[in-house]
Structure formats: structure tokens, C-alpha cells
């Protein structure tokens, strides 16, 4: 195996053509902020970029409820989402989220 180091700006330009996923270490919640989620709450689904984690809120930005994910592996691998509406900023009480993970797509912007 060989490695090359790029910087910040050319890795954020080319992550989504490269092969594999990247680790991020998750050891507290503040590791949440500035990432991309879905969430999955008791009664909605999200997606946004994390801002702020204030003791039980979360503060999305770009925030869209997602009204129907469609085939689930088809919205986490690929992106595409049935039925999405662009909310703009946002926040969730964590103790509502049933589970979730990274968003690696770009955020929607249009209603869908």
C-alpha cells in the first residue's frame, strides 16, 4: 500500500470519488459537530450538518425533514431520498433520536 497526503481542501473535493469509507473516531458527542447526519427520530427522519450540540439539542444547519427515504440502502449509499423537504436551520431533542449515522452526500436543498 502506498500513501499520499493532500490537503483539507483537495480531500473534501475528491472524498466522494475515492474508494472506501473514512474512520472517524467518535469518542463524545462534540465529535458530531461540523458533519453531515441522518437521523432517525421517534416520528421523523433528518438530515443537516451539525453546528451545535447544547446539553440535549442538536442545531442542524441546512436541515431537511425527510418525509420518505425510499429504498433505506439507496438513501444511506447512494444519496437519493423520495421525498425530502429543505427546512433550513434546525434542532432536535437527542433523547428523541432512535438512530442515525453520516450523511456523506450533499445536503438537499429542494423540496422533493
Same mark, same amino acid.
Given at each position: 500500500?502506498?500513501?499520499?497526503?493532500?490537503?483539507?481542501?483537495?480531500?473534501?473535493?475528491?472524498? =466522494?470519488?475515492?474508494?472506501?469509507?473514512? !474512520?472517524?473516531?467518535?469518542? #463524545?458527542?462534540?465529535?458530531? $459537530? %461540523?458533519?453531515?447526519? /441522518?437521523?432517525?427520530?421517534?416520528?421523523?427522519?433528518?438530515?443537516?450538518?451539525?453546528?451545535?450540540?447544547?446539553?440535549?439539542?442538536?442545531?442542524?444547519?441546512?436541515?431537511?425533514?425527510?418525509?420518505?427515504? =425510499?429504498?433505506?440502502?439507496?438513501?444511506? !449509499?447512494?444519496?437519493?431520498? #423520495?421525498?425530502?423537504?429543505? $427546512? %433550513?436551520?434546525?434542532? /432536535?431533542?437527542?433523547?428523541?433520536?432512535?438512530?442515525?449515522?453520516?450523511?456523506?452526500?450533499?445536503?438537499?436543498?429542494?423540496?422533493?
Amino acid at each position: 500500500m502506498k500513501t499520499i497526503q493532500v490537503s483539507e481542501d483537495t480531500y473534501d473535493k475528491i472524498k =466522494g470519488q475515492l474508494p472506501g469509507e473514512e !474512520k472517524i473516531d467518535i469518542s #463524545d458527542l462534540q465529535d458530531f $459537530v %461540523g458533519k453531515n447526519i /441522518f437521523v432517525r427520530t421517534v416520528t421523523y427522519h433528518l438530515v443537516g450538518k451539525v453546528e451545535k450540540i447544547v446539553g440535549n439539542l442538536v442545531f442542524l444547519l441546512e436541515a431537511s425533514w425527510v418525509a420518505d427515504s =425510499g429504498r433505506f440502502m439507496d438513501a444511506i !449509499k447512494k444519496g437519493e431520498l #423520495d421525498e425530502v423537504e429543505p $427546512v %433550513g436551520d434546525w434542532f /432536535f431533542n437527542i433523547d428523541t433520536m432512535v438512530d442515525g449515522g453520516f450523511w456523506v452526500h450533499d445536503l438537499p436543498t429542494e423540496q422533493k
